[in-house]
């Protein structure tokens, strides 16, 4: 099995940074990529960013030049750094880990409120 545990989230004023962690945790071999997904109230659960094991990343083309995905593979984590945060970026973010045999890995959550 592999664990996905996410921290980081928290209240942030327009304008403001956060970054969230994910680190991964038991058969970690499974993981093919890691990457981050939200979802705001209402809303469907939509792509955040991606980091292959090999580094190649994918983007949601609205959150490019704002949000940064980065991975320490020594540490088993992955990375969102978000910058210039509005409100519309309020969300629950998941970390997910496709693996190769256990399907798509999802973390608990973390809640992220961009507000004034």
């Known amino acids: 099995q592999v664990q996905l545990v996410e921290s980081g989230g928290g209240l942030v004023q327009p304008g403001g940074s956060l970054r969230l962690t994910c680190a991964a945790s038991?058969?970690?071999?499974?993981?093919?990529?890691m990457g981050w997904y939200r979802q705001a109230p209402g809303k469907p659960r939509e792509l955040v960013a991606t980091?292959?094991?090999?580094?190649?990343?994918n983007y949601a083309d609205s959150l490019k030049g704002r949000f940064t995905i980065s991975r320490d593979n020594a540490k088993n984590t992955v990375y969102l750094q978000m910058n210039s945060l509005k409100p519309e970026d309020t969300a629950v973010y998941y970390c997910?880990?496709?693996?190769?045999?256990?399907?798509?890995?999802w973390g608990q959550g973390t809640q992220v409120t961009v507000s004034s």
């Open positions: 997910n880990a496709p693996t190769w045999s256990l399907g798509h890995l």
């Open positions: 038991g058969n970690i071999f499974e993981i093919t990529a």
């Open positions: 980091m292959t094991n090999g580094g190649a990343t």
